[in-house]
């Protein structure tokens, strides 16, 4: 069995982990479990760094032993990671010390034995924040770019790794794999930075007690960029366990964040060759999720804590939001807004509707069984999207792994509204065409959630059961399970709403529910440049004073769902000069009726077929002794005829805003 050994980067334990922190975990757990349903054996490593100065500091100012502050935060982060379903195979920290400190200590050894360590000084700016020594270039102001603080000057006789002499090494390793950094922009920035040129760099601390002893010189400690790069090959064995050493490396992967692809892509491997171990086969260097366009950061007092999103809809959500919503290598944006977002847009009205539909149409129609049967043009379009995901996720394009599935539940959304099986239900000679169509569609579901279950994989295996599949997680394939099936009966449970829709929380809009009446016109328009307060005083000449329009906000406009439908029947009303009755595919279980006042402006006929806009969230009122659900949107010019808003070519159940 082919094995995948992958890591992602090991953090400091000075605070608990942020959103920023959490998508380089979880982006790393999303490839751990492609490549566990794909039939690798995967060893998927995590850990933490804790042999940093601002972790022993953040101690003392506890008034905590260093070890024992580490073992709490042990605790927090790992729980993180629970409730974020990362499904790690292994946890290493730094302080550890049966694999840990020997690991560290012969790597050390070997290097130096090897040559390429020696004893010399070195002056410089030292960053405390960064731990780090800073080149005057990179100082701005004579400060530290990321601290914004001064750094000091310290002299200091340290330890040297020679890494100078391995700029050929690594520039010849690059070329003969291409594949070595990804994605190319980060191949291009350490393309660059190694042809200009290496320094050696230090490998020790003096005068520090909280670290792992220098092999050759008890009084000095590795330094902690050193120590934690070890980690990786600590983890499986080297330096205490050859057999497993050897099972498990070289790495397969190292998901690294991007200010940190130098250390993995030049350091590391410089460390590695040196002591004579294989280098691992790929670092991936991450993009920053912003928080409203901005690095998150303690001090900037915008981290946004993972947990809020996992803890009120659970972890899936979040984690289909970080993979589809950032192109993976690329930098992205979070904000509650656009997470409710593609919340209602990609859970509640797509696949959560998908799910209900089906399973609701199913038992309404056929006592909850389909017989499978041969497979029409959905069975097509999943093998497409099947092929386009396995492509994607096999370079770790995990977006476009997650829009590969969600095609396939928009075109299953789409047949439904094509097929139109509620009026197949109405004629028994039509059983059989019936049976087809909501066997293709719980099909296809069941492939869409195969796809989905590294990245969602609690709500896509609670899928699957609801379309009778309850194999274990562990046992199942890819290729058996996007196979489409053409034979055989399913029993769908329906079980409700899997993702009830967010609906904005604070204040109450009115939105007129008198489709018939023309809004009055606005006697002063109201312009962003105009706060209420200064509007034109209420004018004496009617018997009412004259409103000016209130301004809203945009939570405001968004409390009014706007969705696209297609109009599906429309006739007139008996007894009714402008009325028409219509019944429209809003992308929902059901097509539902509105009344409309447009009886004047179009004959039904016309109307069949076409996509509008409608009010959905409007409460259901009675007219003409018929119950209206929903509102259509329409132009009315003042004594004119109402034009219907067109919504060509987008699919029913569209969000408008
Ligand atoms: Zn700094």
Not at 144 to 165: A, G, V, Y
Not at 203 to 218: A, E, K
Not at 331 to 355: I, P
Request: hydrophobic residues 40%.
């Amino acid at each position: 069995m082919a094995r995948y050994f992958l890591t992602t980067a090991i953090d400091y334990v000075n605070s608990r982990p942020h959103l920023g922190t959490a998508y380089e975990k979880v982006t790393a757990d999303i490839i751990a479990r492609y490549r566990r349903l794909s039939g690798y054996e995967t060893h998927f490593l995590m850990g933490n760094d804790e042999h940093s100065q601002n972790v022993f500091k953040r101690a003392q100012e506890q008034g905590k032993d260093p070890l024992s502050y580490c073992d709490e935060m042990e605790r927090v982060f790992r729980d993180v990671w629970k409730r974020l379903d990362v499904s790690y195979d292994d946890f290493i920290r730094t302080t550890d010390r049966r694999r840990h400190y020997p690991a560290t200590q012969k790597l050390a050894q070997t290097c130096y034995d090897n040559g390429d360590i020696y004893e010399g000084s070195y002056e410089g700016w030292y960053c405390e924040g960064c731990e780090a020594f800073k080149p005057e270039k990179d100082l701005v102001d004579g400060n530290c770019p990321i601290h914004n603080t001064k750094p000091q000057w310290i002299k200091e006789r340290n330890w040297f790794f020679r890494l100078s002499k391995y700029q050929q090494p690594l520039l010849k390793f690059y070329e003969e794999h291409p594949s070595f950094i990804e994605p190319e922009v980060r191949r291009n920035e350490i393309l660059r930075l190694v042809e200009g040129g290496l320094e050696d760099i230090s490998m020790s601390r003096t005068g520090q007690s909280w670290g792992i002893p220098v092999p050759f010189d008890r009084d000095s400690v590795v330094y902690v960029w050193f120590d934690a790069l070890i980690n990786y090959a600590a983890a499986v064995g080297y330096g205490w366990d050859d057999e497993q050493f050897k099972k498990w490396w070289p790495a397969s992967l190292h998901v690294v964040g991007k200010d940190i692809t130098r250390f993995h892509c030049v350091f590391w491997p410089a460390m590695l060759m040196s002591a004579g171990q294989a280098l691992p086969a790929q670092v991936f260097g991450h993009g920053w999720v912003y928080f409203k366009g901005e690095r998150m950061s303690k001090s900037l007092g915008n981290i946004v804590d993972p947990l809020d999103a996992a803890d009120k809809f659970g972890p899936d959500p979040l984690r289909l939001y970080l993979a589809k919503e950032i192109p993976y290598g690329g930098d992205g944006d979070f904000t509650w807004e656009r997470f409710e977002e593609k919340y209602n847009a990609d859970l509640a009205n797509n696949l959560g509707n998908l799910v209900n539909r089906v399973a609701s149409m199913t038992e309404r129609y056929q006592q909850g069984r389909v017989r499978a049967t041969g497979g029409g043009s959905l069975a097509g379009v999943a093998a497409e999207s099947v092929s386009a995901y396995r492509s994607a996720m096999d370079v770790h394009a995990l977006h476009d792994g997650a829009a590969a599935a969600f095609r396939l539940i928009s075109a299953a959304n789409n047949f439904i509204a094509e097929k139109q099986p509620w009026a197949l239900a109405k004629d028994p000679a039509k059983a059989d065409q019936l049976n087809g169509v909501l066997a293709d569609c719980a099909e296809a579901v069941r492939v869409a959630a195969t796809l989905l279950l590294p990245i969602m994989p609690t709500s896509a295996t609670e899928v699957l059961r609801r379309l009778g599949d309850e194999q274990p997680l562990a046992d199942r394939r890819l290729d058996a399970g996007t196979a489409w099936r053409s034979s055989g009966e399913k029993q769908i449970l329906n079980a409700g709403a899997l993702w009830p829709r967010i609906e904005a929380e604070k204040g109450v809009v009115n939105v007129t529910d008198q489709p018939q009446t023309p809004a009055p016109e606005p006697q002063t328009p109201a312009t962003p440049s105009t706060p209420p307060a200064a509007a034109a005083p209420a004018t004496q000449a009617g018997p009412a004073p004259v409103e000016t329009p209130a301004v809203i906000t945009i939570d405001d406009f968004m409390k009014v769902q706007l969705k696209v439908a297609k109009i599906l029947e429309a006739e007139k009303m008996p007894k009714s000069q402008r009325l028409l009755k219509l019944k429209v595919d809003a992308g929902e279980a059901e097509p539902r009726t509105i009344l409309a006042g447009i009886a004047e402006s179009y004959e039904p006929e016309t109307l069949i077929g076409k996509s509008i806009v409608i009010v959905a969230n409007l409460a259901p009122r009675k007219m003409m002794g018929l119950e209206s659900n929903g509102m259509v949107l329409a132009a009315s010019p003042d004594g004119g005829k109402a034009i219907v808003l067109n919504a060509e070519p987008a699919d029913p159940g569209t969000r408008v805003r």
